[in-house]
């Protein structure tokens, strides 16, 4: 038998502030979830305006680490309503070496708590 499951694809606009784009992805995240999505996934880099166009120095203080603040707000939050998330970040491993990266989160995983 196969099993189903909802995907939620989540597009937002950018508000200006890492806050209040936290604040907007969660906001998307648990309506999504009240609609049954069990795998959400966000907007690349939506903690900011996508800069990705072009390289510009300045944009590697958006940078952060992995586990950091925001990886555990998300996973705090898989783990709340027990859903998967896919979320992307631009990470700094270590000074000069930045990513765009792409954390899959499991309602089960607790290594960022």
Known sequence: MVKKIKIGLIQSKSLGTIES??????????????????IICLP???????????????????????????????????KELRIVLNITMFEKRTSGFYHNTSIIISEKWEYFI
Do not use: M, V
């Open 21 to 38: 784009n936290i604040d907007l992805a969660i906001k998307n995240i648990k309506k999504a979830a009240k609609k049954k999505a069990k």
């Open 44 to 78: 690349e880099l939506f903690l900011n305006n996508y800069f990705c166009q072009t390289e510009s120095h300045s944009n590697f203080k958006l940078a952060e680490k992995i586990p950091g603040k925001t990886s555990r707000i998300f996973c705090k939050l898989a």
